[in-house]
């Protein structure tokens, strides 16, 4: 690898360890709730 | 290292690293596709299309994963090393994977004749202004995009049409690419299942490769930082400080760096970007009488930089004296292939 490269590296992956964090820690805070079945539903089902 | 075009240079050492690794794929697809239909049962054609999605699509991931650790982790450990050698073949197949992870993604829509949902999706400008709910399948398409690049300009002829600066460049897009991957699956995967197993595997890939290139950056800089003496030279030490049939790797101030080799009593300086892949020649050992650099096996004699006959490849070289003791090499660069190596007393 060049300096160049190994420049652009140094600067990259601090970007991007920050952005991946941050994306992940959002996508996983924001996560809508899991679906519920209505009880009317069981009960029809039942019938 | 070839005289002339030929599409694949195969030996024994790519026949074993590539049956390694389709043997690794295909132990891991089969044993995910058995033991997810083993624990949930696919009833209709579209469950059986997703277990196969999910198979692939974590089968590339992994993959990158590995991929990307090969690099920083040869960087800090010598023993690594041979991973690296074939590591093209393994970014290919790595494509092929991720290819057949898209295809199931259509062939799912397709099945349900909801092809149309998909268009919707990816082509909804207002769905792009969201977080939750961003099409996360256009972030998958993006990487697969790049995958497919940095494949199809794999071969040694781009490297030499593109030359390796700019072909190393290219293939750097490989970095962000596996951002975008780790954030099409925590918009994707992560949404849909709630196992604690899906943030947890996600979060620890990229902290683990992310670390590596961290810490394997922060080596390179250090190494990075060259000194001069006031006539501009640089001091490497003495002759008997240069591990004979090896280097010391010096670093010209804001330049490249130079490898200082010793055989013996002869002590030579060349770049230490090698002519093929610009890998760190100094990292190399002298092999039958010729610099070798660690990746590709590439050679080049100390004397002067050129690849033995018949091959073509020439390194620039370096003038290097002796004073008080002292190996001092010069880091204005000598047109490739000037004979610049001298002899020493190493007792």
Redesign the interface.
């Known amino acids: 690898?060049?300096?160049?490269?190994?420049a652009?590296?140094?600067a990259?992956?601090?970007a991007?360890?920050v952005?991946?964090?941050f994306?992940?820690a959002?996508?996983?805070v924001?996560?809508?709730p899991?679906k519920v079945e209505p009880p009317e539903a069981v009960e029809e089902s039942q019938q | 290292m070839s005289v002339g075009f030929r599409a694949v240079q195969w030996n024994r050492a790519k026949f074993v690293y590539d049956g390694i690794l389709i043997a690794g794929v295909a132990l891991y697809i089969g044993a995910f596709i058995a033991i997810s239909a083993w624990i949930d049962p696919p009833e209709e054609l579209p469950d059986w299309i997703d277990l196969r999605l999910r198979a692939f699509g974590t089968c590339a991931f992994l993959m990158l994963t590995i991929i990307l650790s090969i690099g920083p982790l040869a960087r800090l450990d010598r023993r690594f090393l041979p991973l690296l050698y074939n590591r093209r073949h393994f970014g290919v197949l790595t494509f092929l994977v991720a290819v057949v992870h898209a295809w199931s993604m259509v062939e799912w829509f397709a099945v349900q004749n909801a092809l149309p949902d998909l268009v919707t999706e990816l082509t909804t400008p207002s769905h792009y202004a969201r977080?939750?709910g961003f099409p996360f399948k256009a972030l998958g398409l993006a990487a697969l995009l790049v995958l497919f690049l940095l494949a199809a300009t794999s071969h040694d002829f781009w490297l030499f049409f593109l030359t390796p600066?700019v072909w190393?460049?290219l293939h750097?897009l490989i970095?962000?690419a596996?951002?975008v991957l780790?954030?099409h699956v925590?918009?994707g995967a992560?949404?849909d299942n709630?196992s604690p197993l899906v943030?947890i595997l996600?979060?620890s890939a990229?902290a683990w490769v992310?670390a590596l290139?961290?810490i394997a950056?922060?080596r390179?800089?250090t190494a990075?930082r060259g000194s001069a003496l006031a006539d501009g030279w640089i001091a490497v030490g003495p002759p008997q400080s240069i591990p004979d049939k090896a280097a010391r790797i010096v670093a010209a101030p804001g330049?490249?760096?130079i490898a200082v080799f010793r055989d013996g009593g002869r002590v030579g300086a060349l770049t230490n970007?090698c002519a093929h892949q610009?890998g760190?020649l100094g990292e190399g050992r002298i092999i039958d009488g010729c610099v070798t650099c660690p990746w590709h096996g590439f050679q080049y004699r100390l004397v002067d930089g050129r690849a033995p006959p018949p091959f073509t490849e020439v390194l620039v070289t370096y003038p290097v004296r002796l004073r008080n003791g002292i190996v001092e090499v010069d880091p204005r660069p000598l047109p490739p292939g000037t004979p610049a190596a001298i002899s020493v007393d190493v007792g």
Request: overall charge positive; charged content about 20%; cysteine-free.
């Open positions: 690898m060049r300096r160049t490269h190994r652009v590296h140094r990259l992956w601090p991007l360890a952005l991946v964090t994306g992940v959002m996508a996983l924001l996560r809508p899991p | 977080f939750i600066p190393k460049g750097m970095y962000p596996y951002a780790a954030m925590a918009l992560m949404q709630r943030p996600l979060g990229f992310a290139h961290l950056g922060r390179e800089r990075d330049g490249e760096r970007l610009n760190p």
